[in-house]
């Protein structure tokens, strides 16, 4: 019949709008404004209404979410943040947009080049949001970040991140990727287990190449 | 296999004795196919197509081979009973790159001819219209040449010295002498610059052109759709030509998103063109990834294991779905349905964004497979959303938008017998993907030429045979329901175990040869064309697109057309304006 | 993370004192922020994508972050109707003659938001020889907002910011402006601002002599 098609769609709107107060009525106050609406309403089963009231509630970023790089600073006592980057240089190289520059620091007496960066920007205008550097970082100390509110002004003054910008606590990075810290963390100690066994298996073995070689002379 | 490899056996005798002079196998170390002189390329094609079957041209490119100081034209052709392609190649000198134009056998390397001309500046002698496509008309020079620098140059290639280990910033706009990415020839004068087009009138819109008949004396009008208009899908622009409200002809114009994806992929190392895969098709960027994983690892030689291979999979068919659902979504915003539609399509794509952002880090630029598999694993919690979003909410919701669509009378009305392309008119024009299957050709790379683990998955090659706009919409949803049963199968056999052949690398060197990697991309064939030299760089990077190719097809479509359903034909052959002018 | 919203103080807000049982029946405000009230819920973007980003604006316009709260829903197709322009991803050579039309067609007060790395400065295709170094090399902008693409709710940001924006503008401010025209480029054998006609013809005389100089070093070799 003619007609009816148009009818069925209609009738699906109508069963969205209605779903969406049925809704309303089984979960009432929860719905709206809490965690466990939000996380309703981006699961599967949701049914009607679908809309995340941002800014007032946010949709939580998952763990592997990236948006603009930053650097992991080990917290120091006197309050200031170490950053783990040694100045290795290979986010540099592996970046596609090449938007990373690093100048190394140098050791004032000898000049000699030190493990640490001296200056280290990002420009924001130019990252892809990519990841590659993160993900080959060896020292875990480049990382995606989460934070994307952004937005600016004037991009020439605050679009270019330095050191001082890109900064930002290990405790941080713990808490916006709680398992890869895990994972990474327990690497490193396995990785220092393994170091200090064999250590102690080369000392032992050290020790008893020079049992061999002069053995203990009877009294 | 051993039946194929005595008819391709049969094949290479045949071409080989019936152009002794003129067709050789390629010798070099990891080519394939054969090098056909310039002169007998014609027959060589036509006896392909009428004798041997290679009815369907997919990719035509060049390669600027600078050392040697030769041009090479790289043609791909294939059966579209199935089977793998057959390459040739014509070589001809840089100076005066001239090569007779395949137009006249394949219609379908129109606008790839053209392409090749604009990037290359090869000539390609009796192409109809041999004008630039991407850049426009006046553009000083071919900037895929080895030896062209674009104004921003810094250095052949990637990554550049200048970052790393004395870094000091800056812009690189501020070492032009205009503060911006331009760049003049010597001793030009911008006084003297009149804007050359023969066609300058017709695209300055609304000229008129009188048509010469002995009835009814009519008047044709020509309007321009776009590039800003909300119909063009981004932008891209239609020159129509009208007699009243019948379109007589329509010449697509594009270009307006040309991010000379191809330039940059040849100075980036290998590994950082996945990212750039993604910006091709920013609505499947993870059948981009494949493609290009696909093209590199024929070259590395690398097999993924067994559960990346099942991921990718699963991956790709998701990113099917998602781009499906838009298309259906947008294709009814054009149709006049103001996104009503869309929006319910677009919230179950944002479910399946949810898993790729908990995946691969981005919604929508994945950059998540490597050579050898991909980044890193799928969660727990997010296997249980795909499980849950599989087997129970995209198959009731697919239903859901095929009973509020499919029968609605508007829909019929507007769609069905509407832009028609025949089956043989969508082989010669090489259109693929939907558009191809639409008009009654089975043709699906995923089962004539299976990659990675298809041939392991049960499903059918969905199939219309009208040809419309009506079959094209219906394909769509056939192909969401086909993707489903995949990625149920998928996921009910995925093993456990590594995600990743070898270590994570950055920079490797890639064994010489040449290599192409297709992908039955959601818009249809997606192709790679990687040459490498043996360096960490590719030497030749070039995309077969499906969007830029399927629009060869749309002026045969709109013919005869109304005006009005020149935005619903062009909404159901579903381009990506990232695609089509990469 | 979640907050109950914050009641709206935007308007209510005067410098003045009203009695106290007067509060919840008055509202005393000035012309300057009532007319910024009335612009700010309702910024009409103009319906115009160019890349990437375009397809997370149409997310942001879609159900699951709706702009239409903040008044926005109205993209317009055409630029005379529309306040907004929000440059949604890379601009070309080949586009920005339009852009910049299109943008001169707009009626005043009128705003861009670059939206993305592209927009912004040019992002990862800057180096390509069509690609255009951020369209803040043709028009002002008064909004940048980072990202490939940025999410949606990162552009809604963005689009909270500028609505900051116009809070703070006063009608003197606004309507005191000239409305300039900026003029459209041109497609030489390169991109051409009509303004820098003088300097192109100084550097392509100065680039030849230089290639003639150095053809005749060369002969002389």
Known sequence: MDGSGILKGLGITLKRLIATYVDDFKRGKQRYYTEEGVEYRRSPEVQGIFTVQYPEEKLPTPEEFRFVPFLVGEEMEDGTLDPRCTACGICAKVCPAQCIWIVRARDPKSGRARPKPAEFYIDVDLCMNCGMCAEYCPFDSIKMDHDYELATYDRHAENVFDLQKLLKPVSYYAEIRPRNYEREEEARRQAEEAKRKAAEARAKAKAAREAKKNPPKQA | MSEQTVMLQNEEELLLSRFPEAVKKDERKGYEGYVVEAKALRDFATTLRDKLGYDYLSSVTGVDYLPEGKMEVVYHAYKTTGGPALVFKVQVPRENPVVPSLVPVYPGADFQEREAWDLLGIKFEGHPNLKRILLWEGFEGFPLRKDWREPYFEEEHKPYKSRFPEGKFFRIEDRNPFGKNVDYPAGFDPDKWIPDNSNALIYEGLGRVERAGDDLPTEQIVVNLGPQHPSTHGVFRMVVTLDGETVVDLEPVMGYLHRNHEKIGERNTWLMNMPFTDRLDYLAPMSNNFGYALAVEKLLGTKPPERAEYIRVIMAELTRIQNHLFAIGMFLNDMGAFFTPSLYAIEERELILDVFEAVAGSRMMVNYFRFGGVARDIPEDVMKKIHALAFERLPRRVDELDRYLTGSEIVRVRSEGTGVLTAEQAIALSAAGPVLRASGVPYDVRRADPYGIYDRFDFDVAVRYHGDVYDRYLIRIDEIRQSLRIIQQALQQIPAGPVLAGKPQYQFRVPPGESYGRVEGPKGELGFYVVSNGKGNPWRYHVRAPSFINLTALAEMTRGQKVGDVVIILGSIDIVLGETDR | ?221
């Open chain 3, 1 to 221: 993370m979640s907050t109950k919203p914050k009641k709206d103080e935007g308007l209510n807000s005067p410098q003045y004192d009203i009695p106290e049982e007067l509060q919840n029946t008055v509202t005393i405000t000035t012309l300057d922020k009532i007319y910024n009230w009335g612009r700010r819920n309702s910024l009409w973007p103009m319906m115009f994508g160019l890349a990437c980003c375009a397809i997370e604006m149409i997310c942001t316009a879609a159900a699951r972050f709706d702009f239409s709260r903040f008044g926005m829903e109205v993209m317009r197709p055409s630029p005379r109707q529309s306040d907004v322009m929000v440059v949604a991803g890379t601009v070309t050579k080949k586009m920005v003659p339009q852009i910049v039309r299109l943008y001169n067609q707009m009626a005043s007060p009128k705003y861009v938001v670059a939206m993305g790395a592209c927009a912004s400065g040019g992002g990862p295709f800057k180096e390509g020889y069509n690609v255009v170094s951020g369209i803040d090399k043709y028009l002002p902008v008064d909004v940048y907002i980072p990202g490939c693409p940025p999410t949606p709710q990162a552009l809604i940001y963005g689009l909270m910011k500028l609505q900051q924006k116009v809070d703070r503008q006063t009608i003197k401010e606004i309507y005191s402006r000239p409305d300039e025209m900026i003029p459209v480029p041109v497609l030489g054998p390169d991109i051409m601002d009509p303004r820098e006609y003088d300097r192109i013809r100084a550097y392509t005389r100065q680039k030849a002599e230089q290639e003639a100089a150095a053809a005749a070093d060369t002969a002389q070799a």
